[in-house]
């Protein structure tokens, strides 16, 4: 596919934020946080309220390249948002 925003390239480069967070901190035990709060039925209020908040600190703190990083979360959080929503459906 010739894309013209340079998608598949980002999509990769997504992917591998998102390999990122499965090793790091956030995935202890081979539980995260997050799969706890779905299970709770919190999943649509952390998710959307932390697109929000990255999407509101966005170019407010630090580089450019932690301004980046705050775009990889957005859309981590909206793609989770994403499974809540069909798994409630």
């Known amino acids: 596919m010739d894309y013209k925003f340079n998608e598949g390239e980002l999509i990769d480069e997504f992917r591998e934020y998102i390999d990122s967070t499965y090793s790091s901190h956030y995935s202890k035990d081979k539980f995260q946080a997050t799969e706890f709060i779905i299970d709770g039925g919190h999943g649509t209020g952390f ?3 932390n697109v929000l908040k990255y999407a509101q600190r966005y ?4 580089t450019s390249s932690d301004a980046r990083k705050d775009l990889m979360k ?3 959080y909206a793609l ?4 809540v929503h069909d798994m409630e459906d």
Do not use: A, E, R
Not at 59 to 62: D, L, P, R, V
Not at 80 to 83: D, E, K, P, T, V
């Open 74 to 76: 957005v859309l981590h």
């Open 59 to 62: 170019g407010k703190k630090g």
């Open 80 to 83: 989770i948002q994403l499974y």
């Open 47 to 49: 998710c959307i309220g």
